[in-house]
């Protein structure tokens, strides 16, 4: 690989994975532009001129390439990316009952939340990658099985050094259990010891007695011990020797009720007594308890000797310290790693996992989270790592040069990578609200360019919208969908778009399209919306009069004939009705004019007469006939057209003049 002239060299574990993509196109010339998350939009960067053969025949193309998305595919990970969301967001709501309370354990709770969703997922993925059914699937499983173990391992880590740094900075009975907790090696050896016929004559039971004492599981070595039947009981007895050594063997922790100075005092009268019966030779009947005991007193040679049982520098460093300086302080571990770290010769050879580790024990958490992000080639472990370790006040001074901190840096990467994927955008748009310097630029960018498939997907960003009083993305959205909807002859659902967005030119052009799908066809489409569309209609005028008309419909179809025509009179004279539109009320006016009851007053009748005659004035004007606009004016009626219009005036004016006689004569009678 080449950039800018340089070549970069990469080790066989890191070579970059090539993507091939068949288009000759890409022969002129490739480039690309980023998409959302881990995505680019690769076109060829010349298109050849049109004089010129170039021997491509077919349209260049835009290829869509992602990577990093297998990941967030597997429902075992996006379960964890889900549940891990709600203690996320329950952090950023969590302040302390007073300004005097201590948040550390409510911190140290949430990150064992985080713990235990990191172990239930690493569980499933064990299992997934047991029951798979084929050798690739297996091995993808047992990649994410490594990289999720090793979360786990980090993480734990970093809560005991970072997030629960007890009062004095004393960590070892933390450590182990970090060490026993991750580490069950010891656990795998017993069990191959004890369900054999002679479990001390199994190659392994030393082994996990070694283990055992090694990190500090005192009750379960002792247990071991008393399966050896080799116990001469007739003379001195060494395994009990042995036994009482490992019983009054002393523990630092805060709930003792005893101070450092004193566990120190006693932890040195232990050991001192542990020398004195291994240099007095107790143990040199069996070797085998004699290095247990140079386990106890602390001999380096020992360490060295047995470094295969503990396998990694970190594993040696614990075992030592536990029996070298049990009250080592956090601060001081770091200088306790060179010499387990040369006793497996692997300064030169140090992997990520080892570089992230001895960082945090180093106090370097910028670093631990650089390695991190390499070694993890995805952002949701140091982004809640990072959010952790800010909400501790452990990241403060970690500021960046381009107007953020790493906290908000992190968060706004995991975020997008989650914004690009179908199902996750909305816990991605979560996690940006809780970004004050960039989160919201980063949301309104994702959310006015996420694919809108489905007018349900639709609905779902429009109310994470509003719910952020996004208006400009929102009117945007119920643009788009409305003008889909048109195209698609989907006139109801268009309107209802142009509803949402308040969109009073949008819902006047839809207004005419449903007057003329009326004119066309004799009726009305999407009904439901016409007859509730209620305050709505004031959106614009001939909305309100679509939402009119449709009533005057509706009480015509329930025959209530007189409300309708006093609302089919005030369309008219009220001049909310356009004006090409006039005729058509008239013509609805036909059957009211002849019904068996007198429906229309002698008043209403000249009133219609009125009209009438305005109509007949502008007959053969185009502004009547087909339109307000100057480009309606272009298209002028057939003759076949004006004949027919004619034949409508000369019914309406025939019923008008009857209604009128009727009217009269009714009227006489009545007084």
């Not at 709600?86 to 007073?98: A, D, K």
């Not at 990241?395 to 953020?404: D, Q, R, T, V």
């Not at 036909?590 to 007198?598: A, C, D, G, I, Y």
Request: glycine share 4%; hydrophobic share 40%; aromatic share 10%.
């Amino acid at each position: 690989m080449a950039a800018n002239g340089v070549e970069e060299d990469f080790d066989d574990a890191e070579q970059p994975e090539i993507t091939t993509i068949s288009d000759p196109h890409l022969q002129l010339g490739i480039s690309a532009q980023w998409g959302a998350g881990n995505q680019l939009a690769v076109h060829a960067a010349l298109h050849p001129r049109q004089d010129v053969a170039s021997g491509i025949q077919d349209s260049p193309q835009v290829h869509e390439v992602r990577w990093g998305t297998q990941e967030v595919n597997n429902p075992i990970i996006r379960k964890l990316i889900n549940e891990t969301h709600g203690t996320f967001v329950s952090l950023q709501h969590h302040q302390p009952e007073t300004t005097t309370t201590n948040r550390k354990p409510q911190l140290v709770k949430f990150s064992r939340n985080y713990r235990s969703v990191i172990r239930a997922c690493l569980m499933q993925l064990k299992q997934a990658e047991e029951s798979a059914r084929d050798e690739v699937t297996a091995e993808q499983y047992g990649a994410q099985v490594e990289i999720y173990s090793m979360v786990e391992l980090i993480w734990s880590l970093c809560e005991i050094l970072f997030v629960e740094s007890l009062p004095g900075g004393v960590v070892l009975a933390q450590l182990l259990d970090w060490v026993k907790w991750h580490f069950n090696e010891a656990d795998a050896y017993a069990r191959e010891a004890t369900t054999s016929e002679t479990p001390h004559l199994h190659d392994s039971y030393w082994s996990a007695v070694y283990l055992y004492i090694l990190q500090g599981r005192i009750d379960e070595s002792r247990k071991l011990l008393s399966l050896d039947t080799n116990r001469n009981m007739d003379v001195y007895d060494e395994y009990a020797s042995i036994d009482e050594l490992l019983r009054k063997m002393p523990f630092f922790t805060l709930y003792t009720g005893h101070s450092l100075a004193e566990f120190d005092m006693k932890w040195r009268h232990w050991q001192e007594e542990c020398r004195r019966r291994l240099s007095e030779g107790d143990f040199n009947t069996n070797k085998n308890l004699e290095t247990i005991c140079r386990i106890l007193c602390g001999d380096e040679d020992v360490f060295l000797e047995l470094k295969d049982l503990t396998e990694t520098w970190y594993q040696m460093l614990v075992s030592k310290l536990l029996y070298c300086n049990p009250t080592v302080k956090a601060f001081d571990l770091q200088y306790h790693v060179k010499a387990c770290i040369d006793a497996y010769d692997s300064h030169a050879t140090l992997g990520p996992l080892d570089n992230i580790l001895l960082a945090a024990i180093e106090f370097d958490l910028h670093q631990v989270i650089k390695e991190s992000s390499a070694l993890l080639a995805n952002w949701w472990f140091v982004a809640h790592l990072a959010d952790l370790l800010y909400q501790c006040g452990q990241l403060e001074s970690h500021s960046l040069n381009y107007g953020s901190n790493l906290r908000e840096f992190l968060l706004l990467d995991y975020a997008s990578s989650l914004m690009a994927h179908p199902s996750l955008w909305q816990v991605g748009a979560s996690y940006l609200d809780y970004c004050p310097e960039f989160g919201r630029y980063y949301l309104e960018f994702y959310l006015e360019r996420l694919p809108l498939q489905t007018e349900q997907k639709a609905l779902k960003v429009l109310r994470e919208c509003e719910k952020r009083d996004m208006k400009d993305i929102s009117h945007s959205i119920c643009k788009v969908m409305g003008v889909r909807a048109l195209r698609n002859e989907r006139l109801g659902s268009a309107l209802s778009w142009a509803l949402r967005s308040k969109d009073a030119s949008f819902a006047t052009f839809l207004a005419d399209r449903f007057l003329s799908e009326y004119s066309s066809k004799g009726g009305f489409s999407s009904l439901d919306l016409l007859d509730n569309l209620g305050t709505a209609m004031v959106l614009s005028d001939r909305l309100t009069f679509l939402g009119k008309y449709r009533e005057f419909h509706r009480l015509h179809e329930e025959r209530e004939f007189k409300t309708a025509a006093n609302l089919l009179l005030q369309l008219l004279t009220n001049r909310m009705a356009p004006k090409k539109f006039w005729l058509t009320l008239l013509t609805d006016a036909l059957p009211l004019l002849e019904s068996e009851e007198v429906v229309f007053s002698t008043q209403q009748t000249y009133e219609l007469m009125n009209c009438l005659e305005d109509i007949s004035l502008s007959f053969r004007s185009s502004t009547y006939l087909h339109g307000d606009t100057a480009d309606d004016t272009q298209l002028k009626p057939t003759k076949g057209q004006q004949e027919v219009e004619k034949q409508k005036l000369d019914l309406i004016r025939l019923a008008l003049a009857r209604n009128l006689a009727r009217a009269i004569l009714n009227e006489g009678s009545l007084e």
